[in-house]
């Protein structure tokens, strides 16, 4: 009774241990060995501008499957299929007869057209199932910016790696019962789990104002014979960014993925992810520092009227530090701050820092965040280069003030210089600005994101009155629009400067 007994208890053990420890993982084996799947691709979110224009969509096509245990007569299916979807017969001969999966992979991302082709044909053992073709329906239209896919529909580069896991969707699949072998039984059923398309997401770009920004760049390459050209268009008033073009560029319908070298250089976003010295573009940062300063009565800042010794260069520490002008026939004497910006004296801001220290400079380029990232929604932004303060000697000051021995991103520039002339609030800058779902839901809504103050709207106010007359007197002329008003700062570093257009309904930089 002793020995029924325990062998009773070791079958009930055995049975519990079966059904319910074991269970769930034996029921997966059972439908592994007695189902096959057909992948249901999710449908990949698209990508519009501000206004709802489509610039990343996807082509409907499609994945052909064979299961070889299905297939009679492998030669013929091997020519069918070679000749349909203009493959090597070879090629699609091994791969039928090599490979070890029960199921494989013929070709993807096949037309309709060539799908209904063979559909006609009645084969046996073939399988289909929907995949999605990236599309861009305006070729160059911000390629540095949208990126592109893998083969496989996978984000590989720009907002289409950054937002992948929105986009991507969750794929689905087909059950089909088989046999032993994996025959399909003709009389099996099939269950199909749906697949969840991927989430929209609307950019802040205007598809307009990006228009103007390509065909800029496009004129600019041609006018001066330049080896790059690039452009950002910001909005001061919440951090969105409008418009962005770098040239030359490649078309994101033919990306060229057989030359790595030129795709890293073509797609490479410079703008985000380069850095250089940004000359007398910085200049305003160094004008709002001291504007700032004299405004809260630090009595080392001077004076919006104080006119600076009109001397050519500095002595600092032993070393002449000049001004990119020769100073002759009376140039650049008498000025003011208001004439330093309008002929970018380099002298004049010398004279600004060296009074103020590097401490209180330092806490300026910290606040107007240069040698930190922006935080815009991008992989691969540089934070620039910025010496230590620790390591700042004076006459390393002294070239800051002017834009030298420092080095930022564009986009770092662009949003400094926009928090110095929108009433002194630091905004991150962003390119998504929503993200729904296919039928209108919205999933996530991004707003304006204030990373603090850099200087009063006080100060703000004055400083962008200045860098007004820089635009209709001073060094930026050529940016002067009539019936407009603009405002700027030139610096020569190649072709580059930051200009401010402030219109009666908004401020763009």
């Known amino acids: 009774m002793l020995a029924i007994t ?32 057909i992948p249901v691709i999710a449908s990949r979110g698209k990508i519009l501008d501000a206004k709802g224009v489509v610039l990343a969509d996807n082509d409907d096509t499609y994945t052909v499957f064979v299961r070889k245990k299905a297939v009679k007569n492998i030669e013929k299916l091997a020519q069918t299929l070679s000749t349909v979807l203009d493959m090597d017969y070879s090629y699609v001969y091994n791969r039928l007869t090599t490979t070890i999966s029960s199921e494989i992979t013929v070709k993807k991302q096949v ?12 084969l046996k053992g073939v399988y289909y199932s929907r995949d999605n073709t990236r599309i861009y329906p305006y070729n160059e239209l911000l390629s540095n910016v949208l ?42 059923k099939a269950s199909y789990v ?32 330049a080896k790059s050209a690039q452009i950002i268009v910001l909005d001061p008033s919440c951090g969105a960014i409008r418009g962005l073009s770098i040239k030359p560029t490649f078309n994101l319908n ?51 009227e104080k006119v600076y010794n009109s001397s050519r260069y500095r002595v600092i520490d032993g070393r002449k530090v000049k001004c990119w002008s020769d100073h002759k026939n009376g140039k650049h004497a008498g000025l003011t701050l208001q004439g330093g910006l309008n002929n970018s004296c380099n002298p004049i801001f010398v004279d600004i820092a060296m009074s103020l220290g590097k401490e ?17 929604d991008f992989n691969g932004e540089s934070q620039g280069m910025v010496l230590p303060v620790s390591a700042v000697q004076n006459v390393d000051l002294c070239r800051i003030a002017f834009g030298q021995t420092i080095a930022v991103t564009g986009l770092q520039l662009a949003a400094a210089t926009s928090s110095a002339i929108n009433g002194g609030v630091y905004y991150t800058p962003y390119f998504v600005s929503e993200i729904y779902s296919e039928d209108g839901i919205v999933a996530e809504i991004i707003e304006p994101k204030k990373k603090g103050r850099v200087i009063s709207e006080k100060a703000s ?10 635009v209709s007197e001073g060094s930026g002329k050529q940016a002067y629009i009539e019936n407009y008003k603009v405002a700027g700062k030139t610096g020569v570093f190649g072709l580059t400067c930051v200009i401010i257009a402030m219109k009666k309904r908004g401020i763009m930089a």
């Open 461 to 470: 106010k004055i400083l962008s009155e200045m860098l007004e007359k820089v």
């Open 360 to 376: 209180t400079m330092y806490k300026y380029i910290e606040k107007f965040n240069y040698g930190s990232v922006t935080g815009v």
């Open 194 to 225: 749906p697949a969840t398309n991927g989430l929209n997401i609307k950019l802040t770009i205007d598809y307009d104002v990006q228009q103007l920004c390509e065909t800029a760049m496009e004129e600019a390459l041609e006018i001066h014979k």
């Open 111 to 122: 037309s309709k057209e060539n799908i209904s082709k063979l559909l006609n044909e009645n």
């Open 147 to 188: 990126g592109f896919t893998s083969s496989d529909g996978k984000g590989q580069s720009g907002l289409e790696l950054y937002y992948d896991k929105y986009l991507s969707g969750i794929d689905g699949e087909i059950l089909y019962e088989t046999d032993i072998v994996g025959v399909e039984i003709n009389e099996g």
């Open 6 to 37: 325990f062998l009773f208890l070791c079958v009930i053990g055995r049975l519990f241990y079966v059904q319910i420890i074991w269970g769930e993982d034996l029921q997966e084996k059972a439908i592994d060995q007695w189902t096959r799947e």
């Open 254 to 304: 033919e990306v060229p993925r057989d030359d790595l070298t030129a795709l890293n250089s073509l797609g490479r976003n410079g703008i985000i992810c380069d850095v250089y010295e940004p000359g007398s573009t910085f200049k305003v940062l160094t004008a709002a520092a001291n504007l700032e300063e004299y405004l809260n009565g630090n009595p080392k800042a001077f004076a919006p």
